[in-house]
């Protein structure tokens, strides 16, 4: 079984609030993603990590915006949160030493809706 | 990463297996195939990846063409919770390591 787990599961918010969406896994991996996919829709890309203190931004423009300050933890923040946030937010880890490991590990999400 | 061609969806019997086919045309010769599953809206589940050889594993089976243009994930026999999008995806293993995931193809099993 996967170690990465994500926090809260599911979360129900009002328009102008921040919004801290936590993720941690206990696999000692340097490399850390957070996905958005929306109901019945494709996985993007939004933030990636290749270790503590990097940070880039992925393939889909997000206004969140996330930290690495310990290897373990990948938090993801809305600063102010609307509507158009509403989404579920998948996070993954995954080692990069080795060419033949293409296994990425994913959380079980966190659903956010912004009323 | 090359780009990666699904069938929208697929049905399978129970007990059956299921065969699901991906084109990959444009691989190039250090690019991997895997193959991910998402059940309802969880996080995706790896299965299985390769280069050239066919491989297995306790979850499936996976075909590459010799040509490496194309590929089949099989279940050997497929069961009610086997009903998933399946993702198939070319990656190469330098770089920021992403998966980028297409649409893939929705696998409905059929008691």
């Known amino acids: 079984e996967a170690d990465i787990y994500q926090t809260p599961r599911y979360l129900v918010i009002g328009t102008g609030k921040k919004i801290t969406l936590e993720c941690s896994q206990t696999?000692?991996?340097?490399?850390m993603y957070w996905y958005q996919q929306d109901p019945g829709m494709e996985l993007h890309l939004i933030h990636y990590?290749?270790?503590?203190?990097?940070?880039e931004k992925g393939d889909l423009s997000s206004e969140s915006t996330v930290s690495r300050i310990r290897t373990e933890h990948f938090p993801l923040t809305l600063e102010s949160a609307r509507p158009s946030h509403t989404s579920q937010y998948l996070c993954?880890?995954?080692?990069?030493?080795?060419?033949?490991?293409?296994?990425?590990?994913f959380g079980e999400g966190s659903r956010l809706t912004v009323l | 990463d090359a780009k990666t061609t699904q069938p929208t969806s697929m049905d399978c019997a129970e007990g059956r297996a299921a065969n699901l086919p991906c084109n990959h045309s444009?691989?190039?010769?250090?690019?991997?195939v895997y193959w991910y599953r998402q059940i309802h809206s969880q996080g995706p589940q790896y299965i299985i990846h390769g280069l050239k050889n066919n491989e297995t594993n306790e979850m499936a089976s996976l075909i590459i063409t010799e040509d490496r243009k194309s590929s089949t994930l099989i279940l050997p026999h497929a069961t009610l919770r086997d009903t998933a999008v399946y993702y198939c995806?070319?990656?190469?293993?330098?770089?920021?390591?992403?998966?980028?995931f297409g649409s893939g193809t929705r696998l409905q099993v059929q008691p």
């Open positions: 995806i070319v990656r190469g293993y330098t770089g920021r390591r992403a998966l980028t």
């Open positions: 696999m000692g991996h340097d490399k």
């Open positions: 990590s290749y270790g503590v203190n990097s940070t």
């Open positions: 993954a880890s995954g080692s990069g030493g080795n060419a033949n490991t293409g296994e990425l590990f």
């Open positions: 444009t691989i190039s010769g250090n690019e991997y």
